[in-house]
């Protein structure tokens, strides 16, 4: 942490940052953000330098073209750190996530998805086209190794572990002939590698992309066939074809391309991408017992499942293998009840003299956020006998725009609890805003807080303005 909090001042000029650790789920890459004055970044600890020389120069490659990635601002003389811009905290799984939760996206939504598929094809012609694919890490190309690579962490991080019985030289035989026909076509494209909805940042309303140190030259169907199928992401089959046919469009400005033949190429990458990522899941889920890669398995088996029903004639052995594996009652998506938990968000205002306010849910409390940091109201006469609904407290409060920046920090941490409540399931959740009296400033929070959420995710929220014996319920 000293040596970013170093590279922030070297870079900045500002002393003593604020920093706050960014939460990561598969990466072993640290992020945290450094803020001091109006300058925010992304800092970044690294454990390989190949990495991160990797990201750092393609990066650069990409905003030389005018790719909206985040550019890299500085970086310590072992690379082992980096500063690079910050793009804010809503990636674009989190913009989805009522979608995502419900299986009903919406015209917003959709649009932010065809937006950013359209856009694919600039990284991988655009961004493709002079880059020095040497600089790529682990690998400069998506070649036999490359594939065998995946197919065997596939078949020892899942397969084995589930306890199949299975001939290894048969299933041999068949990762072979996958490994010829992915490698038939010669690409001067970069591929991307990890292309899906949380390595992709929405910023002033347009996508950016992040976390691409591990592309390298390869053919384009793989990052379609990653962000398309995406395993958590549950697109409908509808949504998929739209997203492939919004890609078609945007990639024959580079290239000519027959649909039919594009597509059905696409099937034999979606199988191998979903082998990979089931690869992946059983070292972070099954090895490494990190819940969210558990969890995503039933989801990714279920997209087996799904793929399966159109067979894969070239290779018979695995196909029927991978047909008992998604059947395996071990893999499937848990159904749930038929009165499934919905999410009710509870917001309270309240004094601190009276205390907290209890969760009658008993999980806790949730947040509780702390609003006598902003100029009190309640301090002046004539506002005394009024309250955060009021008029003149509310202009009083906006005026110098100190509260709008404290509510956004707080809509930041709230929508990242509700999005992930929702996501898992979850049935409760709380937040308090207080104040001295609970009557000015907490109010006002806890107003606009309620608001923001029902607006944003559709979800009940009952606001109780405690110390007002005041109750709003907002639908779901």
Same mark, same amino acid.
């Given at each position: 942490?000293?040596?970013?909090?170093?590279?922030?001042?070297?870079?900045?000029?500002?002393?003593?940052?604020?920093?706050?650790?960014?939460?990561?789920?598969?990466?072993?890459?640290?992020?945290?953000?450094?803020?001091?004055?109006?300058?925010?970044?992304?800092?970044?600890? /690294?454990?390989? &330098?190949?990495?991160?020389?990797?990201?750092?120069?393609?990066?650069?490659?990409?905003?030389?073209?005018?790719?909206?990635?985040?550019?890299?601002?500085?970086?310590?003389?072992?690379?082992? *750190?980096?500063?690079?811009?910050?793009? /804010?905290?809503?990636?674009?799984?989190?913009?989805? @996530?009522?979608?995502?939760?419900?299986?009903?996206?919406?015209?917003?939504?959709?649009?932010?998805?065809?937006?950013?598929? #359209?856009? =694919?094809?600039?990284?991988?012609?655009?961004?493709?086209?002079?880059?020095?694919?040497?600089?790529?890490?682990?690998?400069?190309?998506?070649?036999?190794?490359?594939?065998?690579?995946?197919?065997?962490?596939?078949?020892?991080?899942?397969?084995?572990?589930?306890?199949?019985?299975?001939?290894?030289?048969?299933?041999?035989?068949?990762?072979?002939?996958?490994?010829?026909?992915?490698?038939?076509?010669?690409?001067?494209?970069?591929?991307?590698?990890?292309?899906?909805?949380?390595? &992709?940042?929405?910023?002033?309303?347009?996508?950016?992309?992040?976390?691409?140190?591990?592309?390298?030259?390869?053919?384009?169907?793989?990052?379609?066939? @990653?962000?398309?199928?995406?395993?958590?992401?549950?697109?409908?089959?509808?949504?998929?074809?739209?997203?492939?046919?919004?890609?078609?469009?945007?990639?024959?400005?580079?290239?000519?391309?027959?649909?039919?033949?594009?597509?059905?190429?696409?099937?034999?990458?979606?199988?191998?991408?979903?082998?990979?990522?089931?690869?992946?899941?059983?070292?972070?889920?099954?090895?490494?017992?990190?819940?969210?890669?558990?969890?995503?398995?039933?989801?990714?088996? #279920?997209?087996?499942?799904?793929?399966?029903?159109?067979?894969?004639?070239?290779?018979?052995?695995?196909?029927?293998?991978?047909?008992?594996? &998604?059947?395996?009652?071990? =893999?499937?998506?848990?159904?749930?009840?038929?009165?499934?938990?919905?999410?009710?968000?509870?917001?309270?205002?309240?004094?601190?003299?009276?205390?907290?306010?209890?969760?009658?849910?008993?999980?806790?409390?949730? *947040? !509780?956020?702390?609003?006598?940091?902003?100029?009190?109201?309640?301090? *002046?006469?004539?506002?005394?006998? =009024?309250?955060?609904?009021?008029? /003149? !407290?509310?202009?009083?409060?906006?005026?110098? /725009?100190?509260?709008?920046?404290?509510?956004?920090?707080?809509?930041?941490? #709230?929508?990242?609890?509700?999005?992930?409540?929702?996501?898992?399931?979850?049935?409760?959740?709380?937040? @308090?805003?207080?104040?001295?009296?609970?009557?000015?400033?907490? &109010?006002?929070?806890?107003?606009? =807080? #309620?608001?923001?959420?029902?607006?944003?995710?559709? !979800?009940?929220?009952?606001?109780?303005?405690?110390?007002?014996?005041?109750?709003?319920?907002?639908?779901?």
């Amino acid at each position: 942490m000293e040596e970013l909090i170093a590279l922030f001042e070297s870079h900045t000029g500002l002393e003593n940052p604020k920093c706050a650790k960014i939460a990561g789920e598969g990466s072993n890459r640290c992020y945290y953000r450094l803020t001091a004055g109006n300058h925010s970044v992304v800092g970044v600890k /690294g454990e390989s &330098v190949e990495e991160n020389n990797a990201f750092i120069e393609i990066s650069s490659h990409f905003s030389k073209k005018g790719l909206p990635v985040p550019k890299v601002l500085a970086h310590s003389e072992d690379k082992l *750190y980096y500063l690079q811009e910050d793009l /804010g905290d809503t990636s674009l799984f989190k913009y989805i @996530s009522k979608g995502v939760a419900t299986g009903n996206f919406s015209e917003e939504e959709e649009a932010m998805l065809m937006k950013t598929v #359209a856009l =694919l094809p600039d990284l991988q012609f655009k961004g493709g086209d002079g880059m020095d694919f040497s600089v790529c890490y682990p690998q400069p190309a998506f070649d036999r190794r490359c594939v065998m690579w995946d197919l065997n962490y596939f078949k020892y991080m899942f397969l084995k572990p589930l306890r199949l019985d299975f001939s290894e030289s048969r299933l041999e035989d068949d990762f072979e002939r996958m490994c010829g026909d992915l490698l038939e076509e010669n690409s001067e494209t970069f591929l991307y590698r990890d292309f899906q909805s949380r390595n &992709v940042m929405v910023k002033d309303g347009n996508p950016y992309f992040i976390d691409f140190q591990g592309g390298r030259r390869g053919p384009i169907y793989y990052d379609v066939a @990653s962000f398309v199928w995406q395993a958590r992401a549950k697109y409908p089959d509808s949504l998929k074809e739209k997203l492939v046919e919004g890609y078609l469009a945007a990639a024959k400005k580079y290239r000519s391309i027959d649909d039919a033949q594009f597509k059905e190429r696409l099937r034999l990458f979606v199988l191998f991408r979903n082998l990979q990522v089931l690869g992946a899941y059983g070292f972070r889920g099954l090895y490494e017992k990190k819940a969210h890669f558990i969890e995503s398995i039933p989801f990714a088996v #279920a997209n087996l499942k799904d793929l399966l029903r159109g067979g894969f004639p070239n290779y018979p052995y695995l196909s029927d293998l991978l047909m008992k594996l &998604v059947e395996l009652p071990s =893999l499937q998506i848990k159904e749930k009840p038929s009165e499934k938990p919905v999410l009710k968000v509870l917001v309270y205002s309240f004094s601190y003299k009276r205390g907290i306010p209890e969760d009658p849910s008993g999980n806790g409390g949730g *947040y !509780v956020f702390d609003c006598r940091g902003v100029h009190n109201p309640g301090r *002046y006469e004539q506002y005394k006998p =009024l309250t955060g609904l009021d008029e /003149g !407290v509310i202009r009083f409060l906006e005026d110098n /725009g100190e509260v709008f920046r404290f509510l956004e920090n707080i809509y930041a941490l #709230a929508d990242a609890h509700v999005a992930r409540y929702i996501e898992r399931g979850f049935s409760h959740l709380m937040f @308090s805003c207080g104040c001295t009296g609970g009557r000015h400033r907490s &109010v006002y929070s806890a107003q606009h =807080l #309620a608001e923001h959420i029902a607006k944003k995710f559709g !979800v009940e929220v009952e606001l109780i303005h405690r110390e007002q014996d005041i109750t709003q319920v907002f639908n779901a």
